[in-house]
């Protein structure tokens, strides 16, 4: 079964390009908060075209290393380069204009405001002239309930607060304002974990479509079956440190899923899963 | 990809009144208390209050307070307080007395300095707040201290050992910018207006009502623009982020920092706008100018509809708010009740106009 | 010498300036050392808490001011019972020899406002209003008091804020709203008695109705000597600063002290005399 | 695969207990927010010793519909019944004490309270006499650390911040203070969106244990293989109306993923995750 | 079960001090503020100030305060304000007054009515707020305004047409209570000790303290007890849990609404408690007793840590902040420098000391 879901499947993989130079490099990251340590060193890279999966038990840092990959935590020790040039970024604004779009696990919406308002925060496109440039709300609106309908949720309006969206509706505009102002890396911190079945669908094609435009994917997943659905290479960290990077491939699911537990040992469900939670 | 028709006609979606959405609208509530309070005042009141000079009477303090009143409410919705804008506005009337009386300047050159003055004080709280992380609300009240102070010491200074500078009418007269920002405006309609006998007039035959005072119409004209803005402009759209969650609107990517730092500015400003204003009017400042208003400006917010908490409320509320708060402070005048009576009064009509209003939008939103 | 004056009102209040500028010259003039305090607001248990911090101090001399008897007599007690000699000033005439006072300098708020009333009075008010920017503040609502038992007539106390446009609004309300009106006293000068001028101009009555106000500005007393107004009441507060910080220094050098209280007040600026103060109150010394 | 899934388990299901009256029996509940409708009349039941999927497309109601049931919201119309009785809940505290431990969607905690705190949030347990009662510090730190340790997190300490742990550490303080303050009738809202195979393994095992203690478990997941891992009956909501209820083997996982799609069309992935997301 | 030993020795921490545990407590930090404004003043003021009667000058002030402050806290760690504190002060007084006063009532009975009154009050204020769903910002300040207006109706009433009563000195003279609320505390042993020579005497030998004010007793007892609530009760943690997030504390079965109604009757109880100590040391009330206290007491709790957005803060921070402020409020008098800058001087000590405060807690516990 598990041979079935790494070979048989619609995606095409294959290419890796091992040979592309890394859109983002982070070297020896360490972040501390305080006297806690969240990351201990964990080095890790995304080129072009592939799905870097970056796996972890909980509490292993996962999410604050791609914050400060996205320019909301600056690290405590490490170097980021961007096309090889080191980049020092100041706030998640400058890793925007570089290029990289994130859906964070919190999803970094405001909940007193409307779906479209929160969709094109921080990026409102604009009509008329200058001393009555104005946002373009009609288009707002319009793409909004478009790119919404893309991934399989159909919003009652546009203008309904997200924070009485429902939280699987709440997860896909964060996902589909990503990929909306789609970039040269896209990173997603368990965007799946609150869809439903088909919004999932939804997405993990929408990473194989960005993918093969040629944008370079971070996926974050505790579902060993979307991240080998999807994933090119495969990044696991444990307790503030890396455990090791794989190629698709070269890893059957049951090690990654192992690897995934911090190598620790699992309740007694093996069976009854098929293998894999 | 799925795909169902999204039309107006979701099963999902109970039919709602023209009347039931506009209600919605958080500066569409503050109507109901002006209604209200409106009505009470019209039982209760000497005739005269609604007469035309009547109103321009309680709309004059309504509208320097609703100029503050607007500048709070956009740092409130932004997420932060200031509680120095009534000591803003002690502090800007000297400096605009200084500039005129003292130094003699022109009022193209006052102005600016003044305004130029108060907005680097804004933005001096603003990146106190932002670089320490402070909550907005000690370090402008450091302000409040702080300014209210200065004013003193520097009124002594500039006028020579009294707490009022006087003199600015004998200096500002004939500068052609004065108009802009004293006296009444449209005076020539309003003589019109009253040969024609549209407009009461004194026995010496000039109108009662000499025109709008220019407070009133850079209150409406504030108004209209923040609400533009907010509603807008993608500067608004950052404001209301900044104010909801800073963290979410941080990773958003909205520059939360620029945005209040504005803000600060911006409310600094309307606190300069209205000491010029207030100073050209009356001719003179003293060191008590402004005094607790700050307050008086964030009640009116409130009453409008903004959150103390940010994220949510609207210009037009604290427009209506203010003249809430101003119709309410003046009002008792006019009517026959014992004055000793007043801040019951006053308490007890804020309180009944918050909650019709609250009342109001509850019933029509069906909200819980 | 160090000498301290706890006063009840603030540094920036126009008329407690002025008693800080007489404070000041006296200083000056003496080569006392004098420190002049007062609560931020008119709070009776904060003054007492500065006095009591004052008299910690040990001074030379001690000033102050006595709104309360009540609240304030044990601190004053204190002081007394300490061996600092002690002067009254401003309000307090009535108990300031029974708690131990040399003497005291200035003129009750009370009997000020019943001059002013009677004043008003005789110049044909039979309906006022008196302006209070300050209700609670029981040195101001004492003269209030003053002026309608002088005033004999009917007397509404309109409450007002620190704010001039509100005021020129309710006067102007009430002038609108009761035409019968024809007397207004206000408490301040500068906070009331312009803004009530103007307020009288624009409901077109200038003249008619008389405007008199506590405490001088330089502006009310150009609209009194143009007639626009009536009078300013000048308790000289000048002197309630000067005196007793003089009296104390000299006290202090060669044990000298006057025998009796100082009326510095009530002193009614009416148009002729209006035109020469205008200046000195412009300077912060009437 | 997808028989080896149903049949091939560790877990005892097999005696649904049809005959066993229910818990709680909720009739035609209706509930709206304003003009939105987000439950157009759904029927629900939860028998002791059960596990009940409630199961759905995002935005369906299924967090609506339990939050009627814990006593959040009142619904606008319908009938609740415990043990035949009808109940009119005023606060979420009312069903605690009528039995009811709830795992929000949204979690319900305060993020500046330590794990502690929270954990005994409303519930905490006292020591000592009369006019000095006070709570039991340390034993409520021990049991939180233990209890954490159990679905398999390991605390760094019990008083750090609840915001600042990482989402899956945060879901599993939920849960484990659900489970602690064992109940007649356990509500799961999607609980395994945020963990790790390890901590999603044990929540399923933990709700297998309870389930055999006679509590009644509400389980609502967007994870087929999870619900029908240890699913007795399956519920599915559609757009705030009920899709129809099956017993535990009468229905194929393809199916019920059908079903909770709500009958939409889904993308093209079928092959790639071996027929279930 | 997977395990491994949770001990002390984590790898993913690192050690830390005892230094940096401690400051980690948001009422440690305010103690940083407390050191930076005594060393001010050790280097500027008359040496009188630190005194054993300097101390107790300026602490008196500090506990009338303090004692406001600590309820503030705890209500704003609920999650809610309290404007009309201030005006309360003055309403129980008059209530407190005129049972004393005009119906000579004993102490045993004057007391508990005002209390009762207060705490009835105070849940007026929980019940609107909580039923409406208003902002307690809005509700307690219309409640400022009507609380402050009855102190002076009622004082007019009840003293005859007087803003001020007076009389409550002669009116508990000799009633047995008297002591647990006004005057000073351990009055023999401060006699004993000034007779020894520890104390200064004035020059007529009575020392120059009569003993430790009875407010400074009431304002320890309360901080103790209150920190004792909010760490150590169930009830504490409901508090805190309110003010955190009120919907995810009532889903976690917190009754809320009973907490943050109990929390505005322990408020306006606080409230009644400087009333009737103030009033009795005083010996009469006035309307404009405890005038602005509301925003000293907010201002108190802020310093001491508190977060005006709910849910974080302690009592005992409220206690060192009423410290700062009485300290530095008191404390300029004890210097040279000029009256006029006082208000410059104060906002400038709250910002320096807010700042330091922050300062020091950022370094030690190394956020970012
Ligand atoms: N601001 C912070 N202060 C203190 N500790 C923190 C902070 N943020 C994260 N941590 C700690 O750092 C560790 C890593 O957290 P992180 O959120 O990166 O985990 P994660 O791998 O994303 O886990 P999950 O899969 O559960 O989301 C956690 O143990 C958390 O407690
Ligand atoms: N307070 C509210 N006000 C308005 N609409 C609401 C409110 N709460 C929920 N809704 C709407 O009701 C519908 C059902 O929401 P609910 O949270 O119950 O969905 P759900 O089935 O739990 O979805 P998910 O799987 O994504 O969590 C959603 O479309 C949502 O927009
Ligand atoms: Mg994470
Ligand atoms: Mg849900």
Not at chain 3, 117 to 143: P, Y
Not at chain 3, 215 to 221: C, G, N, Q, R, V
Not at chain 3, 235 to 247: I, K, N, T
């Amino acid at each position: 079964m598990t041979q079935q879901m790494t070979e048989d499947t619609t995606f095409h993989h294959g290419s890796p390009q091992d040979a592309a130079k890394p859109i983002i490099e982070m070297q020896n990251i360490e972040k501390h908060f305080g006297n806690i340590i969240a990351l201990a060193g964990v080095s890790f890279d995304v080129k072009p075209g592939e799905c870097h999966c970056l796996l972890g038990d909980n509490g292993a840092g996962k999410s604050t290393f791609i914050k400060t990959m996205s320019g909301v935590h600056k690290p405590t020790k490490g170097a980021i380069t961007i096309d090889g040039q080191p980049m020092n970024f100041d706030s998640p604004r400058d890793a925007m204009e570089a290029g990289i779009a994130t859906v964070f696990q919190d999803l970094a919406m405001i909940p007193l405001m409307s779906v479209t308002r929160n969709f094109f925060m921080g990026r409102e496109p604009l009509k008329g002239s200058k001393p009555f440039r104005r946002m373009d709300i009609e288009m707002m609106n319009q793409t909004t309930v478009e790119e919404m309908r893309k991934m399989g949720i159909n919003l009652r309006g546009p203008d309904q607060a997200v924070g009485t969206l429902s939280g699987g509706e709440r997860q896909t505009v964060a996902i589909a304002r990503a990929v909306y102002f789609g970039a040269r890396v896209l990173i997603l911190d368990e965007p799946t974990s609150a869809l439903g079945v088909r919004q999932t669908s939804n997405v993990l094609a929408t990473i194989d479509r960005v993918r093969k435009q040629g944008v370079g994917v971070v996926f974050i997943s505790h579902n060993v079956r979307h991240a080998l659905a999807v994933g090119d290479r495969f990044t696991v960290l444990n307790r503030g440190k890396t455990l090791g990077t794989a190629q698709r491939g070269q890893i059957t699911p049951e090690e990654l899923q192992d690897l995934m537990a911090g190598g620790q040992e699992m309740a007694q469900l093996e069976g009854s899963l098929g293998g894999t939670v | 990809m799925a795909d169902t028709a999204q039309t107006v006609t979701d099963e999902r979606l109970k039919q709602e009144g023209f009347g039931a959405r506009l209600m919605k609208r958080p500066e569409l509530g503050a109507i109901a208390g002006v209604i209200l309070v409106t009505t009470f005042f019209l039982i209760t009141a000497d005739s005269t209050m609604f007469t035309l000079s009547g109103i321009m009477n309680f709309m004059t303090p309504a509208a320097q307070l609703g100029i503050l009143a607007i500048g709070a409410a956009m740092l409130m919705i932004g997420g932060e307080f200031d509680l120095s804008i009534g000591s803003m506005v002690a502090f800007a009337g000297l400096i605009f007395g200084a500039c005129v009386v003292t130094l003699g300047l022109p009022l193209i050159l006052a102005i600016p300095l003044t305004l130029a003055v108060a907005a680097g004080l804004g933005a001096v709280n603003g990146v106190i707040v932002l670089k320490t992380g402070l909550p907005s609300f000690i370090v402008t009240l450091a302000f409040l201290f702080i300014l209210r102070g200065a004013s003193l010491v520097g009124l002594k200074l500039a006028s020579g050992g009294s707490t009022q500078l006087r003199g600015v009418r004998d200096a500002i007269e004939g500068d052609w910018l004065a108009p802009m920002f004293s006296g009444d405006a449209f005076g020539p309609i309003f003589a019109w207006l009253a040969q024609i006998g549209l407009i009461d007039t004194f026995k010496n035959g000039t109108p009662k009502v000499p025109g709008v005072p220019v407070e009133i119409l850079w209150f409406i004209a504030l108004a209209l623009v923040a609400t533009y803005v907010l509603l807008r402009t993608p500067q608004g759209n950052w404001i209301f982020a900044s104010g909801g969650d800073r963290n979410a609107a941080s990773n958003s990517g909205v520059p939360v920092r620029k945005v209040k730092i504005s803000l600060f500015m911006v409310t600094a400003l309307c606190g300069a706008l209205v000491a010029i204003i207030t100073v050209m009017d009356a001719g003179s400042t003293d060191a008590r100018r402004g005094f607790m208003k700050e307050f008086e400006a964030i009640i009116a917010a409130v009453i409008g509809g903004c959150l103390l908490t940010g994220g949510y409320g609207s210009a037009i509320g604290a427009f209506f708010g203010a003249i809430i708060f101003g119709m309410v402070t003046i009002g008792l005048t006019y009517t026959d009740f014992d004055q000793d009576w007043f801040q019951i009064f006053l308490g007890g009509m804020l309180l009944i106009a918050v909650l019709f209003n609250n009342y109001i939008r509850k019933r029509v939103t069906g909200e819980r | 010498q160090d000498i301290i004056v706890v006063a009840h009102g603030q540094a920036n209040d126009p008329f407690w300036s002025v008693v800080k500028n007489g404070v000041e010259k006296a200083a000056k003039d003496t080569g006392a050392n004098v420190d002049f305090r007062s609560p931020e607001t008119f709070d009776m248990v904060q003054m007492s808490q500065l006095i009591d911090a004052a008299v910690n101090q040990e001074p030379d001399g001690l000033v102050v001011s006595i709104p309360d008897a009540d609240a304030l007599s044990p601190s004053i007690r204190r002081a007394v019972e300490a061996g600092i000699p002690v002067i009254s000033m401003n309000s307090g005439s009535d108990v300031s020899k029974d708690l131990g006072a040399l003497l005291h300098v200035g003129q009750d708020e009370y009997t000020a406002g019943k001059a002013a009333g009677e004043k008003l009075a005789s110049m044909g008010g039979t309906v006022g209003i008196c302006v209070n920017q300050e209700v609670g503040n029981v040195a101001l609502d004492l003269r209030c008091q003053g002026f309608s038992d002088g005033f004999g007539g009917s007397v509404e106390v309109i409450p007002t804020q620190n704010d001039p446009a509100e005021v020129e609004a309710k006067v102007k309300a009430a002038l609108e709203s009761n035409p019968d009106i024809d007397t207004v006293m206000g408490l301040g000068a500068s906070l009331v008695g312009e803004p009530s001028v103007r307020a009288v101009a624009a409901v077109g009555r200038t003249g008619e109705v008389n405007v008199a106000t506590f405490d001088l500005s330089a502006s009310f007393l150009e609209s009194v000597s143009k007639g626009e107004a009536a009078f300013a009441i000048d308790q000289q507060q000048f002197l309630q600063g000067y005196l007793p910080v003089s009296f104390l220094a000299l006290n202090a050098n060669y044990g000298l002290i006057p025998g009796g209280n100082v009326p510095s007040g009530p002193n009614l600026i009416t148009q002729d005399k209006a035109a020469q103060v205008v200046e000195l109150s412009a300077e912060g010394i009437r």
